[in-house]
């Protein structure tokens, strides 16, 4: 019987013939924490009796959330995770470095094949580069630490074929905010969904980890992509390890199997509480905006930063609208800087903010006033999350979220846009 | 473990961990602290109003969102005995066992409990028994390694005392 992406790395990493169904436990390739879930998992690999972590080279800490801190709690967690990777001499990358998702790729720790876990939902992010990667909490991030394994549930894939080709103005965002539409928000709860076809193929390796980011956005355990020749190339000029690739045998079994068209596709909108609320942007265009975000581990990549440029060049934001970026990563930080983005976008009216999660948790960096609406190109939209619950988010793609900051109101990015990609 | 009996608290769908406890309290993993803004954003008045004991009770997707294992700590700090739901986000269902807060995947149950009245859960067997007419409902019994899990207390006694079997390495 063949196997998806998910039964292949699954099997390989714990040595079984893996099916999905089955409870295995298997040995991690890579450990993430960052600062709103390492605190807890510090203290409970200390409840655990843990001295040391199974393999310092292989576990990495990210302060993202609330970077630099806000208050002294917070100050006093991060804190203690300076002390726990000090100890241990795990990867650390501290306030300033960026996102922990845009970070565990970029520096390589993440390749084709790879089992990975992170304490934080969007952990989901690297199947765009063909690793099974999925968010865990706290105790699971202890336990992992300690031991360099964890349990799985070998999870039920559910393949999602994207045919046809995207439109100009039309993104992975886009793309992804469709599908999250279509499949609700626990369509896939428990399985891992396989991104197949061409619009797939077609994007970048930036445009797939939009996809696989949001992957959880639909209940999925893993978002996993097909390895190809530009994820050899990417992991190339990002990675000295050597890839596995686990690409799905052609008599794989799959529990749902979907296929959708795309060459319509028109940009999408997800409206307040919930990130399945997606319409056409049509349909919420001229809703005015006072707080427009452009950054978080979706679409703060250099590509991101690159497509919002084009179209606030030479333009200013409306002046009822506060635009606030914050690149992924110092990397791409210095990347925009080197190539004339964040000139563009600065001139245009952006605050820039540190590196990392930005306003995306609601911590810091930009919480909305009573009743302001935002429009975001984070991945979540709950009420409250961005610190306030008597505020609106909206989300969409970085080419739409610059569109509507000229405007001030949610406004079609594609007048803007000449060609397609 | 003994059976369990409290008040229902009533949720809709798709709770997510930011209406169970919102990221702006996560400057501390203090239990204490958490329990104290529980639901906060879903029923500014939960926390004052619950009960040692009581259940949430919910529909589906139950915990979706955020890996904050901030949101089962704070239920379980509050004083919320266990959830019922339709169905659970995977990450809280996975998190909620790690630290010791029952779960109950019991989707008739779910829809037929109303706010306010008195249950009485046998959390091993997995039945679920509405006091005031003796009606019955069962939840989806947990896999076998899932079990030892939830009789160990959660992740850290498991690992704790498989960890002493071995002589204190991993």
């Known amino acids: 019987m063949g196997k998806t992406i998910a039964e292949k790395i699954l099997s390989r990493a714990s040595g079984t013939d893996a099916h999905a169904g089955d409870l295995v436990v298997a040995d991690l390739d890579f450990i993430m924490g960052q600062d709103g879930t390492s605190p807890l998992a510090i203290k409970a690999f200390r409840a655990m009796n843990g001295s040391r972590v199974a393999d310092p080279a292989r576990v990495a800490m990210v302060i993202d959330h609330s970077a630099p801190s806000p208050n002294e709690g917070v100050s006093a967690l991060h804190a203690l995770m300076r002390e726990f990777a000090q100890e241990q001499g795990i990867h650390f990358f501290d306030v300033g470095e960026g996102v922990c998702h845009q970070l565990v790729p970029e520096r390589g720790h993440a390749v084709p094949g790879d089992l990975v876990i992170g304490a934080d939902s969007h952990t989901t992010t690297y199947g765009a580069l063909n690793a099974f990667s999925t968010g865990v909490g706290s105790t699971d991030l202890a336990a992992a630490m300690l031991t360099g394994k964890l349990w799985f549930r070998v999870p039920e894939t559910f393949r999602v074929t994207c045919r046809g080709k995207l439109p100009a103005g039309v993104y992975a965002k886009d793309l992804v905010l469709y599908l999250a539409g279509r499949l609700t928000a626990d369509g896939a709860t428990y399985m891992a969904l396989e991104f197949a076809g061409e619009a797939v193929s077609d994007l970048s390796v930036e445009g797939r980890f939009t996809l696989s980011n949001m992957a959880v956005e639909m209940g999925a355990k893993a978002g996993l992509v097909a390895c190809d020749d530009k994820t050899l190339a990417w992991i190339k000029e990002h990675s000295s390890r050597e890839p596995r690739p686990a690409n799905p045998d052609p008599d794989a079994v799959y529990a749902r199997d979907e296929e959708f068209d795309v060459n319509e596709l028109v940009p999408q909108v997800a409206k307040p509480h919930t990130v399945d609320n997606v319409v056409p942007v049509t349909e919420v265009a001229g809703t005015p905006v006072q707080q427009a975000v452009l950054g978080t581990c979706t679409n703060g990549r250099l590509e991101d930063l690159r497509l919002a440029a084009s179209i606030l060049r030479g333009r200013k934001v409306h002046p009822g609208v506060r635009l606030i970026v914050a690149p992924a990563s110092r990397r791409v930080y210095l990347d925009a800087l080197a190539d004339g983005t964040l000139a563009a976008l600065v001139e245009a009216g952006a605050a820039v903010v540190t590196p990392g999660c930005g306003p995306c948790v609601g911590t810091h960096n930009g919480v909305p006033s009573d009743g302001e609406n935002v429009i975001s190109t984070a991945n979540r939209n709950f009420k409250g999350r961005m610190g306030n619950n008597k505020a609106f988010i909206y989300l969409a793609s970085p080419a739409t979220v610059a569109a509507s900051a000229l405007a001030g109101c949610i406004a079609d990015p594609r007048p803007y846009v000449k060609e397609g990609r | ?170």
Do not use: W
């Open chain 2, 1 to 170: 473990m003994a059976v369990l009996t409290g008040r229902v608290h009533r949720f809709g769908d798709d709770v997510d961990t930011d209406l169970i406890i919102p990221a702006r309290y996560l400057n501390t993993s203090d239990p204490v602290e958490l329990a104290r803004h529980a639901m906060e954003d879903a029923d500014p008045a939960f926390a004052s109003r619950v009960k040692p004991g009581d259940f949430v009770v919910a529909g589906k997707n139950f915990g979706c969102g955020s890996s904050r294992e901030h949101a089962p700590l704070a239920l379980k700090a509050a004083g919320v005995a266990g959830v019922i739901a339709s169905s659970f986000a995977r990450i809280f269902y996975r998190n909620a066992l790690n630290i010791g807060l029952p779960i109950f995947e019991a989707p008739e149950a779910a829809r037929a409990l109303k706010e306010g009245e008195e249950v009485a859960v046998d959390p091993v067997a997995g039945r679920i028994r509405r006091l005031s007419t003796g009606e019955e409902f069962s939840a989806t019994p947990f896999p076998e390694f899932m079990q030892a899990l939830v009789a160990a207390g959660g992740l850290v006694p498991y690992v704790r005392r498989r960890l002493a079997e071995r002589g204190g390495r991993a």
